[in-house]
């Protein structure tokens, strides 16, 4: 089974030298914060639930909403996500 990666998703890098087992946290968070529906079931069906949720659960940072659409995917509060803690650390300004 190979997961297949977007070019326009990856466009930083050469998508043909990305390994999917050396670079798993990198690729999870690109397809999880950028990607379609349809590329983060397929990334799932690759590496395996508990391999996503591990990796998402560890990202440094995730926008507010792959954070809440994760937190309700994998059933595990908002507060878990270490990009939720980090973000907690450092507060912004308000947006008014």
């Known amino acids: 089974m190979q997961l297949e990666l977007r070019p326009s998703l990856f466009w930083d890098v ?15 968070e690109r ?3 950028r990607g379609r529906l349809d590329e983060f079931r397929a990334m799932v069906n690759f590496y395996g639930r508990e391999t996503v949720k591990t ?8 926008d507010k909403r792959t954070v809440s659409y994760c937190s309700l ?5 908002i507060t878990e996500f270490r990009c939720y803690k980090l973000a907690q650390l450092n507060p912004e300004h308000w947006n008014y």
Not at 73 to 77: E, G, L
């Open 14 to 28: 050469n998508v043909e030298e990305v390994d999917l087992k050396k670079h798993r946290a990198s690729v999870i």
């Open 55 to 62: 990796a998402l659960l560890n990202a440094r940072y995730l």
């Open 31 to 33: 397809i999880s914060t």
């Open 73 to 77: 995917i994998f059933d595990v509060p």
